[in-house]
Nanobody, 123 residues
């Protein structure tokens, strides 16, 4: 049974930083891409960033490019999202997800999801 556990969310002032972590367990995740999505209050879920198993390829939404950095550990089972220069519009529940194969920005293509972690950025 695949399990994803996110941590690191919280309340931060605009301009501050947070680092989210997502620990994956339950199988070997070689050749699995990992992604971060977020769901702002009253809105749909959107792709934020994604990374291949090797870490050689990454994707960032335009809204977070140059502020957020996605990475994963050598074993490939933990993915991180370093979020700098946070803005109030970054406020959302952040989810990590895992899929076999390459990067995808569509939520329906990820079969495994974490429970989400709240990020709140105050102005």
């Amino acid at each position: 049974q695949v399990q994803l556990v996110e941590s690191g969310g919280g309340l931060v002032q605009a301009g501050g930083s947070l680092r989210l972590s997502c620990a994956a367990s339950g199988r070997t995740f070689s050749n699995y891409a990992m992604g971060w999505f977020r769901q702002p209050p009253g809105k749909g879920r959107e792709s934020v960033a994604a990374i291949t198993w090797s870490g050689g390829s990454t994707y960032y939404a335009n809204s977070v490019k140059d502020r957020f950095t996605i990475s994963r550990d050598n074993a490939g089972n933990t993915v991180y999202l370093q979020m700098n220069s946070l803005k109030p519009e970054d406020t959302a529940v952040y989810y990590c997800a895992v899929r076999a194969g390459g990067i995808s920005t569509t939520s329906w293509s990820y079969p495994y999801w974490g429970q989400g972690t709240q990020v709140t950025v105050s102005s």
